[in-house]
């Protein structure tokens, strides 16, 4: 199957002239034999120019005047050629990497080079993805390097394969048969990681199970970490907080314990001894209920500084995150993980990154950025970016989420003036912290094509893109992966980007229109629930979040209301709280309206829900269209699967469309405006909808 290949396929380059300059290029390869991680630059070369040139790649043992390509480190290069890349290499960090192309002694020379081995991996997929998109190579000096230091993906993997809030079929570990048997998967997942820069990976669900940190698991660990090491990704693992009760036979986890200090002391120190490398630890504590230091009456900085304390000695990190809401809080759900964790802020060791989610409440079609953006300047912050669709569709639903991502990371938080960007938070250089992180809870598993929809594959891509560098444009992302992907015709390339880009904004409109949010059914999250108002906790329940009743909609985070607001930027807080000035798609999330509340266009608010619903409808009829005009480019294989999925995406959009506007209706009795289509059910039949089974939850979550 193609589409395992990712955006690895290195089609055969049709084009003559461009194909022989290639050949040019890599006629003879001098390729520095300094480790493992350049092993597999040579392997990558030697399995795509072939394809690409169908011509074999010669290696030259040194470099000599026939040498048309070369990749070394700067240190190892001659002295000529040190100078001729010597002001760009100034210019890149330890991973960051030079394609640059001389001549010498009147022949041609590329020359990809860096300051470490790595950087000669990333240097070389750079290499090969010009060469994918057509590029001439030879025209350019390319100088990159990330500007984020942890690029790292969050598994949901439990360790009986099921992955929590997977789309894309089971785990691709399979702990049964390592540590012995290495799953050829394993080394294209790092390769396809590595292709976009990904460099650390987090094996294990954030509901953790102990077990993966005894000596049994501990095994298997290692021979993962053995392979990923070569394509330059470090390996973390999750850790439950009761660890030393479950799997250490102490009878607390108290992290001011002195045998509980000394039991993850000593547990760091043996994983270590198998995996030098290792990350470090993810915790997920005291949320929704997972054990944590609160349990013994200490708080997050007790938790997260005892682990790391463990790990200092082995330069290991804390990655603690701050997803937390309390069933024992009654204040907006919104506030609560600001609220708790903004007086810790200085008070972490230095190993120690706290994990922020994107949004306040939990990855939503749309939501306004985290307020601890910003707020929060002496810790160092990762953002948490979700890349399974829990809330958008699962994998059936075609939605490119760069164009998401890309709208936070440009968020202005105005916390240190104008310009104080998320992005610039994340890569260290507002606030000056020295580790930094973007993590992407991942959408991969092990259906053939990784990622269950296939052009899911594209928000891997974009979000390894995005962590790289988180100032890329969205388009510039979507045009390098269907190039890549699929081809370099500029009569494919432009509808289809513009269906991609269109997406994220579609399943807005169909799903949380004008800063609706959390109105999914029960548990699983698939399909529309606004009804929903039995569940344990209050802020698990659709209602509270839409407030909708016979006088309007949407929840009041003013001062009137939860007061949320005061968690921004006294800029934001002022320009939020006002509905003239708050830009609208973010008008239900702060702001609780009568139905009859004029929106800029001049339509009442329930006129302007409907018709947004209906514009997310017809968005997706037109990427079914847009997917139809492009059949002359695709395979019938292709096509068919893309356009089958296309059609449950519109059915889905109907059906939120139709039971969210007959729900509302019965609160804003009015009739639905024209150009909005009739329901085709009633509203007790979308509520009878039952889904005893949905993939990617855990019983716990039913
Ligand atoms: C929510 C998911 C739940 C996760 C939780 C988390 O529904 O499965 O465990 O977030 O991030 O989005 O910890």
């Known amino acids: 199957l193609n589409d395992y290949k990712l955006w690895l396929k290195y089609n055969k380059i049709e084009n003559h002239d461009l194909s022989q300059a290639y ?46 390509l070369i990749i070394d480190v700067f240190n190892n290069l001659p002295e000529d050629l040190k100078l001729a890349v010597k002001k760009n290499i100034e210019n890149i960090n330890k991973e960051g990497f030079i394609i640059q192309s001389i001549s010498r002694n009147n022949t041609p020379l590329t020359i990809i080079t860096s300051k470490e081995e790595i950087g000669l991996l990333y240097g070389t997929f750079r290499f090969l993805r010009e060469m994918q998109m057509h590029e001439n190579i030879s025209a350019k000096t390319i100088v990159d390097s990330p500007k984020i230091q942890l690029r790292m993906l969050n598994h949901w993997d439990n360790l009986d ?22 799953d050829q998967r394993y080394i294209d997942y790092a390769r396809a990681n590595a ?31 053995n392979v990923f ?32 200090q000394e039991w993850w002391s000593n547990k760091a120190a043996e994983i270590y001894k198998r995996i030098p490398d290792f990350g470090g630890f993810l915790v997920k504590a005291n949320s929704e209920g997972q054990p944590g230091p609160q349990n013994y009456g200490r708080n997050h900085v007790d938790g997260a500084n005892m682990m790391a304390t463990a790990l200092k000695p082995f330069g290991g990190n804390v990655i603690w995150r701050a997803f937390v809401y309390s069933e024992h809080d009654d204040t907006d759900r919104a506030k609560q993980a600001y609220d708790e964790f903004l007086p810790y802020d200085g008070s972490f060791k230095d190993n120690v990154i706290v994990q922020v989610k ?20 002496k810790t160092p912050l990762a953002i948490e970016f979700q890349i399974t669709q829990e809330y958008l569709g699962f994998s059936t639903h075609l939605v490119f989420l760069p164009k998401l ?16 960007t998320i992005a610039k938070i994340i890569d260290g250089s507002l606030y000056g912290n020295k580790l930094t992180t ?51 015709d500029k009569a494919f390339v432009e509808p289809i980007k513009k269906m991609m880009l269109t997406s994220r904004e579609a399943v807005v409109n169909y799903m949380n229109p004008l800063g609706l949010h959390h109105i999914f059914d029960t548990g699983h999250h698939y399909g529309p629930g606004p009804w929903v108002d039995d569940l344990g906790r209050p802020d698990w329940n659709p209602v509270y979040y839409h407030n909708a009743d016979k006088n309007g909609i949407g929840f009041d985070r003013t001062t009137s209301g939860s007061n949320a607001l005061e968690q921004y930027a006294p800029f934001l807080e002022k320009a939020y709280s006002n509905t003239n000035t708050i830009p609208e798609e973010y008008l239900l999330w702060f702001h609780h309206l009568p139905w009859d509340y004029k929106l800029n266009n001049g339509e009442i608010l329930w006129d302007g829900i409907a018709l947004k619903y209906q514009e997310g409808v017809d968005q997706v009829d037109d990427m079914i269209k847009t997917w139809e005009a492009a059949k002359p480019f695709l395979n019938e294989e292709q096509f068919n699967e893309v356009h089958m999925l296309l059609q449950i995406q519109l059915k889905e959009a109907k059906w939120w469309r139709d039971a969210c506007l007959l729900y509302f209706q019965t609160f804003s009795n009015l009739p639905l405006p024209k150009g909005v289509e009739k329901p085709a059910h009633s509203l007790e039949y979308y509520q009878s909808l039952k889904f005893p089974f949905a993939p990617g939850i855990k019983p716990s979550w039913n």
Request: glycine share 8%; charged share 15%; proline share 5%.
């Open 195 to 225: 292709s976009i820069g990904i460099n650390a990976t987090v094996l294990t669900n954030v509901n953790a199970n102990a077990l993966v940190l005894t000596p049994m698991y501990l095994e298997k660990v290692e021979a993962l970490a």
């Open 358 to 377: 994107n949004g306040p409440i939990d990855f939503q079609p749309r939501e306004p950025f985290h307020p601890m953006f910003g707020a929060y300047k």
């Open 229 to 260: 090491r070569s394509y330059g990704i470090q390996v973390y693992l999750t850790a439950r907080f009761s660890a030393p009760i479950e799997i250490g036979n102490l009878e607390t986890a108290d992290p001011l314990d002195k045998n509980v």
């Open 23 to 68: 050949s040019k290029t890599t006629n003879a390869v001098y390729i520095a034999n300094i480790g493992d991680i350049i092993k597999n630059a040579k392997r990558e070369l030697s399995l795509a120019l072939p394809q690409m040139l169908g011509t074999q790649v010669t290696y030259e043992s040194s470099i000599t005047s026939e040498t048309t």
């Open 438 to 488: 973007m993590a992407g809870v991942t959408n991969i598993g092990t259906d053939l094509n990784w990622t269950g929809h296939p052009f899911a594959q594209a928000n891997w891509y974009g979000f390894g893109r995005l962590a790289w560098d988180p100032n890329l444009n969205s388009g510039q992302i979507a045009d390098e992966w269907i190039r890549t992907t699929y081809t370099n």
């Open 405 to 420: 991502f890309e709208e936070i990371l440009d968020i202005d938080t105005y916390q240190k003036g104008t310009g104080s």
């Open 161 to 182: 394969r099921s992955v929590e809030r997977g789309y894309a079929g089971f785990s691709l570990w399979n702990w049964q048969k390592l540590p012995e048997y290495i």
